[in-house]
Nanobody
Framework: QVQLVESGGGLVQPGGSLRLSCIAS????????VRWYRQVPGNQRELVAT???????RYVESVEGRVAISKDNAKNTVWLQMYRLKPEDTAVYFC???????????WGQGTQVTVSS
Protein backbone atom coordinates (compact mmCIF):
# COMPACT_ATOMS: atom_id res chain seq x y z
CA GLN A 1 0.00 0.00 0.00
CA VAL A 2 1.00 3.59 -0.57
CA GLN A 3 -0.10 6.64 1.37
CA LEU A 4 -0.24 10.00 -0.39
CA VAL A 5 -0.15 13.48 1.11
CA GLU A 6 -0.67 16.57 -1.04
CA SER A 7 0.43 20.08 -0.20
CA GLY A 8 1.14 23.39 -1.86
CA GLY A 9 -2.35 24.62 -2.60
CA GLY A 10 -3.52 28.10 -1.76
CA LEU A 11 -4.88 31.35 -3.09
CA VAL A 12 -3.21 32.76 -6.17
CA GLN A 13 -4.06 35.58 -8.55
CA PRO A 14 -4.94 34.87 -12.18
CA GLY A 15 -1.76 34.48 -14.17
CA GLY A 16 0.15 33.24 -11.15
CA SER A 17 1.90 29.97 -10.49
CA LEU A 18 1.74 27.21 -7.89
CA ARG A 19 3.60 23.99 -7.31
CA LEU A 20 1.72 21.14 -5.72
CA SER A 21 3.53 18.30 -4.02
CA CYS A 22 2.47 14.72 -3.47
CA ILE A 23 4.64 12.87 -0.98
CA ALA A 24 4.26 9.10 -0.94
CA SER A 25 5.07 6.68 1.84
CA UNK A 26 4.75 2.97 2.34
CA UNK A 27 5.79 2.06 -1.18
CA UNK A 28 7.95 3.43 -3.98
CA UNK A 29 6.20 5.67 -6.49
CA UNK A 30 8.32 4.10 -9.21
CA UNK A 31 5.90 1.18 -9.38
CA UNK A 32 2.82 3.34 -9.95
CA UNK A 33 1.15 5.49 -12.54
CA VAL A 34 0.75 8.72 -10.59
CA ARG A 35 -1.91 11.17 -11.64
CA TRP A 36 -3.18 14.54 -10.55
CA TYR A 37 -6.93 15.04 -10.63
CA ARG A 38 -9.02 18.04 -9.70
CA GLN A 39 -12.59 18.39 -8.53
CA VAL A 40 -15.00 21.26 -8.24
CA PRO A 41 -17.91 20.73 -5.82
CA GLY A 42 -20.81 19.13 -7.65
CA ASN A 43 -18.62 17.91 -10.51
CA GLN A 44 -16.77 14.68 -11.17
CA ARG A 45 -13.06 14.44 -10.62
CA GLU A 46 -11.17 15.49 -13.73
CA LEU A 47 -7.83 14.06 -14.77
CA VAL A 48 -5.14 16.72 -15.14
CA ALA A 49 -1.81 14.99 -15.66
CA THR A 50 -0.15 11.57 -15.54
CA UNK A 51 3.40 10.40 -14.98
CA UNK A 52 4.25 6.75 -15.52
CA UNK A 53 6.71 4.60 -13.63
CA UNK A 54 9.38 5.30 -16.21
CA UNK A 55 8.67 9.03 -16.25
CA UNK A 56 6.54 9.50 -19.35
CA UNK A 57 4.06 12.35 -18.98
CA ARG A 58 0.62 13.09 -20.38
CA TYR A 59 -1.69 16.07 -19.97
CA VAL A 60 -5.30 16.82 -20.68
CA GLU A 61 -5.86 19.38 -23.38
CA SER A 62 -7.31 22.01 -21.07
CA VAL A 63 -4.04 22.39 -19.15
CA GLU A 64 -1.41 21.41 -21.72
CA GLY A 65 1.30 24.04 -21.89
CA ARG A 66 0.38 25.41 -18.48
CA VAL A 67 1.27 22.50 -16.19
CA ALA A 68 4.21 20.19 -15.76
CA ILE A 69 4.18 16.94 -13.81
CA SER A 70 7.47 15.60 -12.53
CA LYS A 71 8.81 13.27 -9.88
CA ASP A 72 11.83 12.26 -7.91
CA ASN A 73 11.77 8.55 -7.12
CA ALA A 74 14.47 8.98 -4.49
CA LYS A 75 12.32 11.53 -2.65
CA ASN A 76 9.15 9.52 -3.37
CA THR A 77 7.55 12.78 -4.45
CA VAL A 78 5.51 13.91 -7.43
CA TRP A 79 4.99 17.57 -8.25
CA LEU A 80 2.49 19.46 -10.36
CA GLN A 81 3.85 22.82 -11.44
CA MET A 82 1.09 25.09 -12.67
CA TYR A 83 1.62 28.31 -14.62
CA ARG A 84 -0.62 31.08 -15.94
CA LEU A 85 -3.41 29.97 -13.66
CA LYS A 86 -6.99 30.84 -14.52
CA PRO A 87 -10.06 31.14 -12.30
CA GLU A 88 -11.38 27.96 -13.87
CA ASP A 89 -8.40 26.09 -12.44
CA THR A 90 -9.94 26.58 -9.00
CA ALA A 91 -10.57 23.14 -7.51
CA VAL A 92 -9.39 20.63 -4.98
CA TYR A 93 -6.40 18.83 -6.46
CA PHE A 94 -5.89 15.17 -5.64
CA CYS A 95 -2.91 12.92 -6.09
CA UNK A 96 -3.66 9.38 -7.25
CA UNK A 97 -1.45 6.32 -7.53
CA UNK A 98 -2.57 3.41 -9.66
CA UNK A 99 -1.05 0.00 -9.15
CA UNK A 100 -1.49 -1.76 -12.48
CA UNK A 101 -0.35 -5.11 -11.05
CA UNK A 102 -3.10 -5.31 -8.45
CA UNK A 103 -5.51 -2.87 -10.08
CA UNK A 104 -5.63 -0.70 -6.96
CA UNK A 105 -6.16 3.04 -6.71
CA UNK A 106 -4.82 5.14 -3.87
CA TRP A 107 -5.80 8.74 -3.16
CA GLY A 108 -4.52 11.58 -1.09
CA GLN A 109 -6.76 13.92 0.87
CA GLY A 110 -6.52 16.78 -1.62
CA THR A 111 -5.27 20.34 -1.55
CA GLN A 112 -7.36 23.39 -2.39
CA VAL A 113 -6.27 25.69 -5.19
CA THR A 114 -8.14 28.97 -5.54
CA VAL A 115 -7.41 31.33 -8.41
CA SER A 116 -8.97 34.70 -7.76
CA SER A 117 -8.13 38.37 -7.74
Amino acid sequence: QVQLVESGGGLVQPGGSLRLSCIASGSSISRYFVRWYRQVPGNQRELVATITGDGATRYVESVEGRVAISKDNAKNTVWLQMYRLKPEDTAVYFCNAFDSMFMMNYWGQGTQVTVSS
